[in-house]
């Protein structure tokens, strides 16, 4: 079957450095979605990575290696406002969409 | 950027109501937008793929005269919850991938709270 992993909770302190990983097995890979969900809100596009390397966009940062089926997302000099909820996606050989669990981020002061 | 807009953003009604919600793509044109339902810190619960001009694609387990899909437009996408009851409460959310082609990301409306009573 299809799956991906990510852990269900971590916290860090404010303007501290977090990476949040994912592993995943899919029926074949079309690229790696991040996103960024806050509580009661619906996710928000963050990052797409579907060559092996690091993408870096501002203060987010994300890794892929395909042959370790891996991923993480870096967030540096972490915000209070970067407390949510960070969803790792596969889209896999028929262009569908796997979706993780959810990593819920806790910024503490 | 692209935005995707749903309507209504609350709605709370009595056991057995139908509830319409829309998905419309403002500024880009969607040949395929998906519905999703979450429940409580639990994950994104894919419903169905929407295609314009043809009928929707339902995931297992979700009930196709239950939850109405509509995509007759390249603009617009909707979900009728028919006869909805406590059950069906949930948080449903419409997104729309952006550019040509398949690998694109996938960009949310602001999701739709569903409080059946």
């Given amino acids: ?109 | 950027g692209a935005v995707v807009s749903q309507h209504p953003s609350w709605v709370i009604c009595k056991s057995g109501t139908s509830v319409k919600i829309e998905c419309r793509s403002l500024d880009f044109q969607a040949t395929t937008m998906f519905w999703y339902r979450q429940f409580p810190k639990q994950s994104l619960m894919l419903m169905a793929t929407s295609n314009e001009g043809s009928k929707a694609t339902y995931e297992q387990g979700v009930e196709k005269d239950k939850f109405l899909i509509n995509h007759a437009s390249l603009t617009l996408s909707t979900l009728t919850v028919t006869s909805a009851h406590p059950e069906d409460s949930s948080f449903y959310i419409c997104s729309a991938r952006v550019g040509p082609g398949e690998v694109q990301p996938q960009h949310f409306g602001d999701g739709t709270r569903l409080s059946i009573l």
């Fill in chain 1, 1 to 109: 079957g299809q799956n991906i992993d990510q852990p269900t909770e971590m916290t860090a302190t404010e303007g501290a450095i977090v990476q949040i990983n994912c592993t995943y097995q899919t029926s074949g890979f079309n690229g790696l979605f991040w996103y960024q969900q806050h509580a009661g809100e619906a996710p928000t596009f963050l990052s797409y990575n579907v060559l092996d390397g690091l993408e870096e966009k501002g203060r987010f940062s994300s890794f892929l290696s395909r042959s370790k089926g891996y991923s993480y997302l870096l967030l540096k000099e972490l915000q209070m406002k970067d407390s949510a909820s960070y969803l790792c996606a596969v889209m896999d050989s028929n262009y569908q969409l796997i979706w993780g669990a959810g990593t819920k981020l806790i910024i503490k002061p």
